[in-house]
């Protein structure tokens, strides 16, 4: 079966542009989480969907938004890039919430 | 509110030598625990998890982790540490309460692992 995919896997981007990611889980999955990962804040929790629902949000700005689709695919966007928004984004899928969720590589923005 | 915390930031062992890497939380309800590892510039891997039953969980690579209730713990430990376990290890923790709502994952700082040949 293959694993989470994530694309792009690099991104450069100046502040003030927006970005969008993308998250396809394991095939069968239908819960899709977000993290945020940077060395200074460790991993931090964005979003949670199950069935094109979220279920959570974390603590981050309106400016970070997300979504899934029907078909379980899901996005993140981030409008009016800042510095610090610099990071590696990391979605993971699992079969429902409390199942075991399986990571994709990450998509490593830089913001310029 | 659930929480974790790995006290270590690195932990340094000699290969062949017995290794621990520790993790303690906190949740309103019974939690559901994952270790997981990193690699440089790559995903999370998940190594093991419990949820319920049997203490002592055994996992991918060797790895293994004891639940204790009482102390609040889910240490992950190996018999014998290999150079290429050399990774960032992160603990998580999910709490089931059902008074505590839709609570994500959370995970703990990481520590990194370096074994030295």
């Known amino acids: 079966k293959a694993g989470v995919t994530q694309t792009p896997r690099y991104l450069i981007k100046t502040r003030g542009q927006q970005v969008t990611l993308s998250c396809s889980p394991i095939s069968g999955h239908r819960s899709v989480s977000w993290y945020q990962q940077t060395p200074g804040q460790g991993l931090q929790f964005l979003f949670e969907?199950?069935?094109?629902?979220?279920?959570n949000k974390g603590n981050f700005p309106g400016r970070f938004s997300g979504r899934q689709f029907s078909n379980s695919r899901s996005e993140m966007n981030v409008s009016t890039l800042e510095l610090g928004d610099s990071a590696l984004y990391l979605c993971a899928s699992s079969l429902s919430r409390e199942e075991t969720q399986y990571f994709g590589p990450g998509t490593r923005l830089l913001v310029l | 509110a659930q929480s974790v915390a790995q006290p270590e930031d690195q932990v340094n062992v000699a290969e062949g030598n017995p290794l621990t890497v520790k993790c303690t939380y906190s949740?309103?309800?019974?939690?559901?625990l994952f270790w997981y590892v990193q690699y440089p510039n790559r995903g999370l891997q998940f190594l093991l998890k419990y949820i319920t039953g049997d203490n002592l969980v055994k996992g991918s690579y060797g790895f293994e982790a004891e639940f204790n209730k009482s102390q609040t713990s889910f240490h992950l430990k190996k018999p014998s540490a290999l150079v290429s376990d050399s990774a960032l290890y992160f603990c998580?923790?999910?709490?089931?309460?059902?008074?505590?709502?839709?609570?994500?994952?959370?995970f703990g700082k990481g520590t990194r692992l370096s074994v030295i040949a």
């Open positions: 969907y199950f069935s094109e629902t979220q279920r």
């Open positions: 949740v309103s309800g019974n939690p559901y």
């Open positions: 998580a923790v999910r709490d089931t309460s059902p008074f505590s709502g839709n609570t994500p994952l959370v």
